[in-house]
């Protein structure tokens, strides 16, 4: 039985939406109190509606993680509101693709400030809020795609992703004497919302590929942000959990046919 996060104070960045929102989902139904943060303030109100009465509570912010400034305002809201920083879920992250033939100065940019800067800013601002619950948790959203895999159009994004592995493993050492621990879920394919508009053979397809049969819920992701919230994890840092049904096991398609 782990401890509860009943009542502790955690921050969901991209929690408007697919995994952010299942990770806010699984806190407030362990009782904690969740700021989701993201730049559509109608969709954080609309996801706030959806997981209000799950237990604990869930307020809005409206911030874009890629400013920094913006972070500091996300920090001292969730203080005011939340009476401290326990958790911080660093999720926010965007994937437009583009081949490395077209790709702009612009596109890399963007998915950079979004998904690396971004991740790096929002520790930044919660950091002394972090440190002063006694047992800070950060737990950083990537990928299977960039750590594990590539796809093409998304060498930006996978680089992206990376990035944040190299940033938690130095991070960890540097927040280790601040009790404050950082790690990393890796979703393989998971089934958001973005996914519903590609229509059921494409994502009867994806499933296919991998060996548990189905894509990830966003409450997978959840479960394994919950995990390294707990105090039971409290001695496991700088560490990335891939959770992805096994998607990334198979040496060659020879190996899905033959199970
Ligand atoms: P999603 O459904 O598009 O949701 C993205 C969330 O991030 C939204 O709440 C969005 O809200 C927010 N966001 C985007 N840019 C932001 C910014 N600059 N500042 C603040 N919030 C921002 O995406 P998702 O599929 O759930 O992906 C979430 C995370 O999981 C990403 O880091 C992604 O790389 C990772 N991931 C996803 C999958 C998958 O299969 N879905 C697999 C591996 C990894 P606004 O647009 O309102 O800002």
Not at 229 to 257: F, K, N, R, W
């Amino acid at each position: 039985m782990f401890t509860s996060v009943a009542g502790r104070s955690v921050i969901v960045t991209g929690g408007s939406k697919g995994i952010g929102r299942g990770i806010a989902s699984v806190f407030a139904k362990a009782g904690a109190n969740v700021l989701i943060v993201g730049r559509d303030q109608a969709g954080l109100d609309a996801a706030a509606g959806s997981l209000s009465g799950l237990g604990g509570s869930v307020s809005t912010h409206r911030v874009d993680v890629s400013d920094r400034a913006a972070c500091d305002d996300m920090a001292r809201v969730a203080l005011q509101r939340n009476g401290g920083i326990d958790v911080l879920c660093a999720n926010a992250g965007i994937f437009p693709a583009a081949r490395l033939t077209d790709m702009t100065p612009e596109d890399l940019e963007t998915v950079m400030a979004t998904n690396f800067k971004g991740t790096v800013f929002a520790v930044q601002a919660c950091l002394p809020a972090l440190e002063a619950s006694g047992h800070g948790r950060i737990v950083v959203t990537s990928s299977i795609t960039g750590p594990m895999t590539g796809f093409p159009g998304w060498s930006h994004y996978g680089a992206s992703k990376a990035a944040q592995l190299g940033f938690i493993r130095t991070a960890a050492i540097e927040l280790a004497p601040k009790r404050i621990t950082i790690n990393a879920v890796l979703p393989g394919n998971i089934k958001t919302e973005g996914l519903d508009d590609l229509g059921q053979s494409y994502l009867d397809q994806m499933a296919a590929s991998v060996p548990q049969g189905r894509l990830g819920a966003v409450e997978d992701i959840g479960n394994a942000a919950l995990f390294f919230a707990t105090d039971e994890a409290g001695y496991i840092t700088g560490q990335s959990l891939v959770v992805d049904g096994g998607q990334t096991l198979p040496e060659s398609l020879m190996a899905l046919e033959a199970m």
